[in-house]
């Protein structure tokens, strides 16, 4: 969606919300300024240097009527960015009315869903497509067109999706930072002649039995994670996302057991080349009230493994994640997540940092870092061996 | 020796009827669960004030949502409004009597539901005085009680009871209540930690009675004697019996709760 069309959607959405004053209705989100230091000169002369501002801002609206039984929810993400254009970008994150019934729930228009249950990655959650120009992390999603019917029974949550058009992944431009080298070409590939108009279907069977949540899904249609197609042209070596019709088969589960956290995810894919599987598992140990205090202190842990073995498409095929996440519990909300990917058999290092906190009763201040070590030649992170980076955040809430 | 045994059998009624300490406190903590059982389901909107010992303030305002399970602890929906950047932050809870309770926590950002462990009863609540443990549904059998004294606390006549918790991880080793006689509801609590020394005290005040039978406080102001912090939680808006039901309070209920 274009930005003058977001402008105008939202303006109409506006003017009906302010004209209907009888109604519960209300308009939320922030307005952030980012400050990002790379602290190393980057591999591709193309790619600028140093520091980077950006600014974004996440308006949503949300109405409700019928008790709650029925809900419109807006919510659009811009963002400006001083040197690379393709971050500089307008995402339709939801638009959906939503609807619910004793046992049942149907929800119509662009939204988005998570699924999954780890820390280190995302292997289960596949219905949105990563924002990746806003974070590697994956846990930034574009807003997918969808008809979601859930049938809310004693024995589960079922979930059907038909899941109408494909977006593709965003990535960083040839300014940017924290992109493949060479950058991706934009003659993007795809399996299906319908490119990105396939239509994509899901469905998720999902149970609590007692302290165990479960969830079993499976996907068919427009792989969101491309293949990275390298190709020899008259400019060089020239790397293409291809988009694969695939199956997926996932499994995620977390048992809940006092302190413990035990969390698995497991993903079965074919389609895209050879039949493959992922899975993470792992921990997290809470220690409540450290010394005596209110501080909480947890451990987590997870092994990351992909049966490709290393490859373009691969980051992490057989790596620990060692993680600790403090919070503070005090009334700014302060919190530190620290963690480190190790790579088992050989010496990479992926370091991320994430702290936030409160100013006031509206400021919110995040501070992340990522650092990464020891890339040997043959591995994808290393484009991204000169892409040390700490970030600034301030984001006033509204 | 006669005159002994006329004593003995002047004596025997008397000591046929009294009770324990102990069991005249479980008798009070019963009589209060009677009274209010069968509210159902209830609702209101909640303002939670924040003071540090300088004396700053930070407000969090929440609504919440309470169905009552018989042999059970309640279920809590907890939705939070303010501050700004946890609005639409939503807190699923399936408090059991002397089991873990059940929690789930809804991540707006993300849309994501995540699981979280039940150990942090002791833990403060929203960065408050307030802990978990103190507000979660005061069922019977989750504490051993202690029948004390009659005290009349602000010309009001209060039973005196001390409670142990019998579940795990609770921050206390013991609370002392001070109960009213008309009403059966604390009207203030002492909370003694780990280390047996006095945390905090609770007063409740501006206590309604609803639906001609459940008393409500308007107000409930907790004090930290270690730290100085104060927490004031305000309640507006109570509501009850408007027929929620277990489909109000599971994970897809707090995805979509606003």
Same mark, same amino acid.
């Given at each position: 969606m274009s930005i003058k069309k977001t402008v105008v959607c939202s303006l109409l959405i506006g003017s009906v919300a302010f004209l209907s004053? *009888?109604?519960?209705n209300e308009w939320s989100g922030y307005v952030a300024a980012e400050y990002r230091e790379f602290t190393q000169p980057a591999l591709d002369q193309q790619q600028f240097n140093g520091g980077n501002v950006s600014v974004s801002a996440e308006p949503e609206f949300y109405h409700s009527w019928n008790d709650g039984d029925d809900a419109f929810i807006f919510s659009s993400f811009f963002r400006w960015d001083e040197h690379d254009p393709q971050r500089s970008h307008v995402d339709l994150r939801e638009l959906m009315w939503v609807h619910a019934e004793r046992d049942w729930e149907l929800r119509l228009g662009v939204g988005k869903v998570f699924w999954g249950v780890t820390e280190?990655?995302? =292997?289960? !959650?596949?219905?949105n497509q990563s924002d990746t120009v806003e974070n590697? !992390?994956?846990e930034d999603k574009l807003g997918q067109a969808m008809i979601n019917f859930s049938l809310i029974k004693d024995w589960g949550t079922m979930e059907f999706f038909v899941l109408p058009g494909f977006r593709e992944r965003t990535f960083p431009g040839?300014?940017?930072?924290?992109?493949?080298i060479p950058e991706l070409d934009d003659h993007t590939g795809y399996?299906?002649?319908?490119?990105?108009k396939h239509i994509d279907y899901a469905m998720r069977w999902a149970q609590t039995f007692d302290d165990w949540d479960v969830g079993v899904s499976h996907f068919y249609g427009t792989s969101r994670e491309p293949r990275i197609i390298p190709s020899l042209t008259a400019q060089g070596l020239v790397l293409t996302p291809y988009y694969d019709i695939i199956n997926q088969t996932s499994l995620d589960v977390q048992a809940t057991l006092d302190e413990w956290l035990w969390k698995f995810e497991l993903i079965h894919r074919s389609g895209q080349g050879e039949t493959m599987n992922a899975l993470t598992g792992g921990f997290e140990y809470t220690f409540v009230g450290i010394n005596e205090s209110v501080v909480d202190l947890g451990v987590i842990a997870e092994y990351l493994y992909d049966?490709? *073995? $290393?490859? =373009? !498409?691969? =980051?992490?095929e057989d790596d620990i994640f060692i993680g600790a996440r403090l919070a503070m519990n005090d009334a700014a909300s302060s919190e530190v997540l620290f963690g480190v990917i190790s790579d088992i058999e050989e010496n990479t290092r992926f370091y991320s940092l994430e702290a936030s906190r409160r100013i006031g009763a509206s400021w919110l201040l995040s501070l992340e870092a990522r650092f990464i070590t020891?890339?040997?030649?043959? $591995?994808?992170l290393t484009s991204l061996r000169r892409d040390d980076v700490i970030q600034l955040e301030l984001a006033r809430h509204f | 020796m006669k005159k002994l045994v006329s004593l003995l059998v002047l004596l025997l009624p008397l000591m046929a009827t009294a009770q324990t300490p102990e069991e005249r406190g479980m008798e009070i903590a019963v009589e209060g669960d009677k009274r209010d059982a069968g509210f159902g389901d209830m609702s209101s909107d909640m303002v939670m004030t924040l003071k540090n010992a300088n004396g700053d303030v930070s407000i969090r305002k929440m609504r919440s949502k309470n169905l009552e399970v018989e042999g059970d602890g309640d279920k809590g929906l907890t939705i939070f409004? &303010?501050?700004?950047?946890?609005? %639409?932050t939503a807190f699923l809870s399936f408090t059991h009597i002397l089991d873990a309770d059940d929690q789930w926590l809804y991540l707006p950002a993300l849309k994501r539901v995540k699981r979280i462990?039940?150990?942090?009863?002791s833990g403060p609540f929203m960065g408050s005085e307030f802990a978990f443990e103190d507000l979660s549904s005061r069922e019977v059998a989750k504490y051993s009680y202690l029948y004390l004294r009659d005290e009349a606390i602000n010309g009001e006549d209060a039973f005196v009871v001390e409670s142990k918790p019998?579940?795990?991880?609770? %921050?206390?080793t013991r609370t002392v209540a001070w109960i009213?006689?008309?009403?059966? &509801?604390?009207l203030k609590l002492e909370y003694y930690d780990r280390k047996k020394s006095l945390l905090k005290t609770m007063t409740a005040t501006g206590y309604q009675q609803y639906l001609g039978k459940y008393w409500r406080p308007d107000s409930l102001n907790m004090v930290n004697h270690q730290t100085k912090k104060e927490t004031r939680l305000e309640f507006s808006n109570y509501e009850f &019996?408007? %027929?929620?039901?277990d489909r109000d309070f599971n994970k897809s209920s707090l995805k979509r709760a606003r």
């Open positions: 004053p *009888g109604f519960a280190s990655q995302h =292997l289960v !959650d596949i219905v590697i !992390d994956g040839k300014d940017g930072r924290i992109r493949s399996e299906s002649s319908a490119e990105d049966d490709r *073995g $290393e490859g =373009l !498409d691969v =980051l992490f020891g890339v040997s030649s043959n $591995e994808p | 409004d &303010q501050p700004a950047d946890i609005k %639409g462990s039940s150990k942090n009863k019998n579940y795990k991880y609770s %921050g206390y009213s006689k008309e009403t059966y &509801q604390p &019996q408007k %027929g929620l039901a």
